[in-house]
């Protein structure tokens, strides 16, 4: 799965790049004890410093989020109840949707009357997939 990170986003790179594997995680593109990219491989996929990398696994390390094993690499764990990451993702979506829509002028029953119409023109995906 590819990660990306936005260099004009508030956040540090650090973060996004624990958001993205979060959420990998929370869609499904990492299981339980998958193995993630190596720092090497993953910092220059990005284009970071090895390091911002190192800092994000150790950080997710301590989260209880994946755990590693010298000699081996960095892996997925399987302590985090997934509806829980499931509802922070969406929160996460919710909040950087709102302010996107307030940049640009919109109010929040305006941006949910948008969301609503098009979700009606969208294909129709159920929570199981």
Same mark, same amino acid.
């Given at each position: 799965?590819?990660?990306?990170?936005?260099?004009?986003?508030?956040?540090? #790179?650090?973060?996004?790049?624990?958001?993205? #594997?979060?959420?990998? #995680?929370?869609?499904?593109?990492?299981?339980?004890?998958?193995?993630?990219?190596?720092?090497?491989?993953?910092?220059?996929?990005?284009?970071?410093?090895?390091?911002?990398?190192?800092?994000?696994?150790?950080?997710?390390?301590?989260?209880?989020?994946?755990?590693?094993?010298?000699?081996?690499?960095?892996?997925?764990?399987?302590?985090?109840?997934?509806?829980?990451?499931?509802?922070?993702?969406?929160?996460?979506?919710?909040?950087?949707?709102?302010?996107?829509?307030?940049?640009?002028?919109?109010?929040?029953?305006?941006? #949910?009357?948008?969301?609503?119409?098009?979700?009606?023109?969208?294909?129709?995906?159920?929570?199981?997939?």
């Amino acid at each position: 799965m590819p990660f990306t990170i936005d260099p004009s986003d508030s956040r540090p #790179i650090y973060v996004q790049i624990m958001d993205e #594997i979060r959420r990998a #995680i929370v869609v499904g593109a990492f299981a339980p004890d998958d193995p993630l990219p190596s720092v090497r491989q993953l910092a220059g996929d990005l284009r970071v410093n090895p390091n911002t990398v190192s800092q994000a696994y150790r950080e997710m390390e301590r989260d209880g989020l994946v755990y590693v094993q010298r000699g081996q690499g960095t892996f997925v764990g399987s302590a985090r109840p997934l509806e829980d990451d499931r509802r922070a993702l969406l929160a996460e979506v919710a909040q950087r949707a709102l302010i996107e829509a307030h940049r640009h002028g919109l109010g929040v029953e305006e941006f #949910i009357d948008a969301i609503r119409a098009a979700a009606g023109a969208a294909p129709t995906r159920t929570s199981s997939e």
